[in-house]
């Protein structure tokens, strides 16, 4: 391990973190990045650690990316908690948080060149979120470009992410290694999410539903496709403060809908809204 100097620093500008990395390189250091919109949670920080482990110097990219947020979603409202992210960040030995401003990012207000998730990005969260993968994919690209990191993390939580950032890179041919992390979960199965936070206790309870459709998917998997979505689409049927948004079942190579018959590894996405706040999970199963 080369050595790293000590102590947590906030970079705002692209110029400035392009210096400090290329004196870390030059000193043989690699590099992680994990990029985040902050609010940050022991999700976030499960990635941090593998970060951590994996190179000598990291990265981690606060940004709340407005390319990715569509008309009337929560861009306004999304928890900005940067002095606390930071703390933490520095309890788990982070060398740089790269927290800059829309204006450093996206210097004309906009950008015109955008990177286009294919059919793909149109599908389950895209459908649900028009243009919210392009945006997405445009964000990483930048993050990628002003980092260059030997490994980039990325959590199993927000699988279609996971497949679109994988699938820019191999077609883009970007050097970078994209880690993977299990989704990490609160005690009672709920996906930790920074939009956890929008939820009230009778909310709280309700968004349940989301890891109880996956458990109730997985015991159906030996019975085949039908009945995954039969008895996961049963489990929000007891509650009316959630909202299914879709539940589907997707070839994990491709990410396209599974036909009735098919057998072997699977992956269950499911969305809901409860109350005004839209969650995600998944799960991968075994059919048949
Ligand atoms: N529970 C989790 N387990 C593992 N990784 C996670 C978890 N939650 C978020 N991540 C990962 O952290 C990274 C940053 O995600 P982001 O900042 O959007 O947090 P989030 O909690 O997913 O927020 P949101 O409420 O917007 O979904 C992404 O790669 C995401 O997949
Ligand atoms: C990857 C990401 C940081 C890009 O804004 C975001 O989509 C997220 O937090 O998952
Ligand atoms: N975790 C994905 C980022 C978003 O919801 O915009």
Redesign the pocket.
């Known amino acids: 391990m080369t050595e790293v100097t000590t102590g947590t620093r906030v970079v705002s500008t692209i110029a400035e973190l392009r210096g400090l990395l290329a004196e870390q390189r030059a000193g043989g250091s690699s590099v992680a990045l994990?990029?985040?919109?902050?609010?940050?949670?022991?999700?976030?920080f499960?990635?941090v650690r593998r970060a951590r482990e994996l190179a000598d110097v990291v990265v981690v990219s606060v940004f709340v990316n407005p390319l990715q947020f569509g008309p009337g979603e929560d861009l306004d409202r999304?928890p900005r908690t940067l002095d606390a992210d930071v703390t933490a960040l520095a309890g788990y030995g982070v060398e740089f948080v790269f927290a800059p401003s829309a204006d450093v990012m996206y210097p004309a207000g906009q950008v015109e060149t955008t990177i286009a998730a294919g059919h793909i990005g149109t599908l389950y969260e895209g459908a649900s979120r028009p243009g919210h993968f392009d945006g997405m994919l445009t964000v990483v690209a930048k993050l990628l470009n002003i980092v260059q990191p030997d490994v980039v993390?990325?959590?199993?939580?927000?699988a279609q992410?996971?497949f679109l950032v994988s699938r820019m890179l191999r077609e883009f041919d970007v050097p970078t290694i994209v880690d993977v992390?299990?989704?990490?979960?609160e005690a009672d199965g709920l996906?930790?999410?920074?939009?956890?936070r929008y939820l009230d206790p009778s909310q709280r309870a309700a968004a349940l539903t989301l890891s109880e459709a996956l458990r109730a998917a997985d015991a159906a998997a030996g019975d085949g496709l039908a009945e995954v979505l039969a008895e996961g689409a049963a489990a929000f049927g007891d509650h009316d403060d959630v909202t299914l948004d879709y539940l589907v079942v997707v070839d994990p190579q491709t990410f396209l809908p599974l036909g009735d018959d098919a057998t072997g590894d699977a992956v269950v996405l499911v969305a809901a809204r409860v109350g005004s706040t839209r969650?995600?999970d998944n799960a991968t199963i075994s059919l048949g």
Do not use: C
């Open positions: 994990v990029p985040t919109m902050g609010a940050l949670h022991d999700g976030h499960a990635l999304y993390e990325f959590g199993q939580k927000d992410q996971v992390v299990p989704t990490v979960r996906a930790l999410s920074s939009r956890n969650l995600i």
